[in-house]
């Protein structure tokens, strides 16, 4: 069995001390396989996007062990952590606060790279144009503002800039959640298909159980810091076991009204069944 990229064991993540210290991570387990997704869901303040930070190395874990390509990173210093920054990349959330809107889209791709002496700047140049077409905007993007792009394109021009460094992992932090339902499919349809060109990982944090789905093998549910059910992402999806993972799904938002009106039903159910459960 081929050893996994992402290997997470035992995570905690405290913030804060004494009384005002909150767990927000608590003892998880996950792993994640070469050109894999896995996709980790869970509603606000699930500790999702604080898994995702521990990796990126933005928040500093109390206990527990991540391995990423067959080292331990559960606390490098700033050097060691820049070491493997090409290998490890993120896109957030809003693309509007995470581009320098006074640079032009070509400047954002390519510094980096020079900065670092990963590429010659020609090298670059080149890389920025091949990825902008890749995400569908063309080389002429090169020469524009952020500002002067929608917020579906401004996430392509992210995704651009995560793939910059050929990474083996990205870390999307809800990277459709801030944007239309139809620009959302496009942006996960983009997603898959540079995955198939590239073999990179993900892992996909999101609050929407159909929208990582969609891109994922398996699927880890998280709730209150824990991971409450993990799996293939069809079973999860179709067959969950927990009932907070039922939850999540009854109460997604369903286009068909007759679907959507038997998840309602068993939402109330679910519901219902709590209301009678001993405390």
């Given at each position: 069995m081929n050893e996994p990229l992402l290997r997470i064991t035992g995570l905690d993540v405290t913030y804060g001390t004494g009384r005002h210290a909150f767990r927000a991570v608590k003892d998880?387990?996950?792993?994640i396989g070469v050109g894999e997704t896995l996709g980790v869901v869970g509603e606000s303040g699930s500790g999702k996007s604080t898994v995702g930070r521990a990796i990126l190395g933005l928040a500093t874990p109390t206990a527990g062990r991540i391995e990423f390509d067959g080292q331990d990173i559960t606390r490098l210093t700033r050097r060691r952590r820049r070491r493997i920054s090409a290998d490890l990349q993120v896109v957030f959330q809003d693309p509007?606060?995470?581009?320098?809107?006074?640079?032009?889209?070509?400047?954002?791709?390519?510094?980096?790279?020079?900065?670092?002496?990963?590429?010659?700047?020609?090298?670059?140049?080149?890389?920025?144009?091949?990825?902008?077409?890749?995400?569908g905007l063309g080389a002429q993007a090169m020469s524009r503002m952020p500002g002067s792009f929608s917020g579906g394109q401004r996430q392509r021009i992210a995704i651009a800039r995560a793939l910059m460094s050929s990474p083996k992992l990205v870390?999307?932090?809800?990277?459709?959640?801030?944007?239309?339902?139809?620009?959302?499919?496009?942006?996960?349809?983009?997603f898959r298909s540079l995955q198939r060109e590239t073999g990179v990982s993900y892992l996909f944090i999101a609050h929407d159980l159909s929208v990582v789905r969609l891109l994922s093998q398996r699927i880890a549910v998280m709730s209150a810091g824990g991971v409450v059910e993990q799996g293939d992402a069809e079973q999860i999806y179709t067959r969950p076991s927990?009932?907070?993972?039922?939850?999540?799904?009854?109460?997604?938002?369903?286009?068909?009204?007759?679907?959507?009106?038997?998840?309602?039903?068993?939402?109330?159910?679910?519901?219902?069944?709590?209301?009678?459960?001993p405390l």
């Open positions: 998880i387990d996950l792993e509007r606060s995470s581009l320098n809107e006074a640079k032009k889209v070509g400047e954002i791709l390519i510094e980096p790279m020079v900065a670092t002496k990963r590429m010659s700047r020609s090298a670059s140049i080149a890389r920025a144009e091949e990825l902008l077409e890749k995400v870390v999307c932090d809800e990277p459709v959640s801030a944007l239309d339902l139809s620009v959302q499919a496009q942006i996960v349809n983009l927990e009932l907070y993972t039922q939850r999540l799904l009854a109460a997604e938002p369903y286009p068909d009204p007759v679907i959507q009106a038997e998840r309602r039903r068993a939402w109330d159910a679910l519901a219902a069944l709590d209301a009678s459960a």
